[in-house]
């Protein structure tokens, strides 16, 4: 396998070549290409996505994570709205970022660039396969997809729509997706640094930790979703109740779900009842700490609960004191992704974004916002919860780089 993994890494590698040489029309006509063939295409597309849905049931997967896999006419729109904000946003490469002159004359430019292969590791949400192929096509980086088991004909059948749309125009292999399902595959393209130049996983905690652990490619750590929303003394309680419910009931299975709730103590009389009520209508299962137990009824949280990302309708619930500990809890507990607090004392929310170490951090709003789409970038490669290069959904400025351009004339040092 290492023999023909070398082979189409290095088409790929090639083909970024010629995607460097478009224009920002070309590779703007190659997206436009792209959304009028998935249109096209969708009948098609459903109907192997349905393959993976059948698949999925016979594997008893649970609800959540087959909601995650499934596409249906709403989200193919989604997607094909998402191509179009990438193509009407700005284009980064050639930017000069930065311009300096210095006394013996040299012209010093730095400006931006492609990373140049950009592979990405993702499980089940097949629109990950259209979002990163959209945001590398504008930004002339060439991708290489490897997604899980559970979506593998809907991967296929997306990126033969996608090959078969820019084929015209530049070489098909700027799109390239690893087949190959097994995990042996995975172990080798996190290995391949002379043809990959930045490697990002999309997916489970395990997933992630098993790249951070082996992968010789440069990585951005894209953190599983551990979020919390902390309910301080000072909340609207409806406004709170609102949030929440948006926040984990709306898609569970995305990393920008809450999956902690904290609840000032001065409050949980009042605000816990009303908590209860809301997620037994909605199904939605409570692990609490023994002070939440005593208000509601509810499952017995352990430790272990409050690092957990679930991916389903479970919340782990705790009472905290005060300020103090929300932050102290939600800092020790959460993988750095997304928090919030709700409340309409100002110095509590100053204080709750400034001390918290995450990527996101929400006042009196839903997690789910911790999105590329959202955030104005049309579409994100990954969230990261590193800091380094890049930090938050990751748009178009997060998958370049940048050069210094050099100009003289004769210059030598002394």
Not at 72 to 98: C, H
Not at 300 to 319: F, G, M, R
């Amino acid at each position: 396998m290492e023999d023909s993994l070398n082979n189409i890494l290095a088409s790929t590698k090639e083909a970024q070549k010629a995607l460097l040489k478009l224009t920002n029309e070309e590779r703007n006509l190659m997206l436009k290409n792209i959304y009028e063939a998935i249109d096209k295409n969708r009948e098609y597309i459903l109907k192997e996505n349905e393959k993976d849905i059948k698949l999925a049931k016979d594997a008893l997967i649970k609800d959540s994570m087959i909601e995650r896999l499934t596409l249906n006419d709403k989200r193919i729109d989604e997607l094909i709205l998402g191509i179009k904000n990438i193509m009407s946003l700005e284009d980064y490469i050639g930017e000069v970022i930065d311009e300096i002159e210095r006394d013996n004359g040299l012209k010093i430019k730095k400006v931006r660039v492609p990373f140049g292969v950009i592979a990405v590791i993702f499980e089940s949400r097949p629109n990950v396969c259209v979002d990163i192929a959209s945001l590398c096509i504008k930004t002339a980086n060439a991708c290489v997809l490897k997604g899980g088991k559970e979506a593998i004909h809907t991967n296929k059948a997306l990126c033969k729509v996608m090959q078969d749309a820019i084929k015209n125009i530049v070489d098909k292999n700027s799109i390239t997706l690893i087949e190959a399902t097994d995990r042996s595959v995975t172990n080798e393209l996190i290995t391949k640094k002379e043809y990959i130049d930045l490697l990002i996983p999309r997916g489970s905690k395990g997933l992630i930790q098993y790249v951070v652990s082996n992968a010789k490619v440069p990585y951005i750590e894209t953190g599983a979703g551990n979020c919390h929303l902390y309910v301080h003394e000072d909340a609207n309680l409806d406004m709170a109740l609102n949030v929440i419910v948006n926040a984990k009931y709306q898609r569970p299975s995305v990393c920008n779900a809450i999956e902690n709730i904290l609840v000032d103590e001065k409050i949980k009389m009042q605000f816990l009842p009303m908590l209860k009520e809301k997620f037994d209508e909605l199904k939605i299962e409570i692990r609490g700490d023994l002070k939440s137990q005593e208000i509601i009824s509810c499952e017995c949280a352990k430790e272990e609960d409050y690092y957990t990302e679930y991916n389903d309708y479970i919340v782990a619930l705790k009472v905290v004191q005060n300020l103090d500990e929300a932050i102290k809890h939600i800092n020790l507990h959460s993988t750095k992704h997304s928090e919030a607090i709700i409340t309409e004392n100002k110095d509590a929310y100053i204080r709750f974004m400034n001390e918290i170490d995450s990527a996101c951090v929400y006042h009196n709003a839903s997690t789910r916002f911790t999105d590329g789409g959202c955030f104005g970038f049309g579409a994100e490669i990954g969230i990261s919860t590193a800091k380094l290069h890049a930090r938050g959904p990751m748009g178009l400025k997060e998958i370049t780089t940048y050069k210094y351009l050099i100009y003289g004339n004769g210059q030598v040092r002394k």
